[in-house]
């Protein structure tokens, strides 16, 4: 039986997963970051896509300024 340390692996990887990393029209890497808030007594998760930490939180006091409701999502589409 072996046993794996699981946060020395994470401490020694040099960037996230292949499948954490998306690309912008421009072909600039950008990054998933995971976001949580309260509400009614429980903690809601999110995850949106920024260049850096520091961009991610920039998104994130836009949202508190701005964000809105804009409609229900019926289905995804595959790209």
């Known amino acids: 039986m072996e046993v ?7 401490n020694s990887k040099e960037g996230p997963d292949a499948d954490c990393i998306r690309r912008d ?4 890497e950008m990054f998933l970051f995971g976001l949580e808030y309260r509400m009614d007594g429980s903690l809601w998760s999110l995850t949106v ?31």
């Open 49 to 79: 896509l920024a260049y850096s930490r520091e961009d991610a939180e920039a998104r994130v006091a836009a949202m508190r300024e701005s964000l809105a409701v804009v409609g229900q999502v019926y289905a995804m589409i595959p790209a």
């Open 4 to 10: 794996i340390d699981l946060q020395s692996r994470l």
């Open 25 to 28: 029209d421009f072909g600039r």
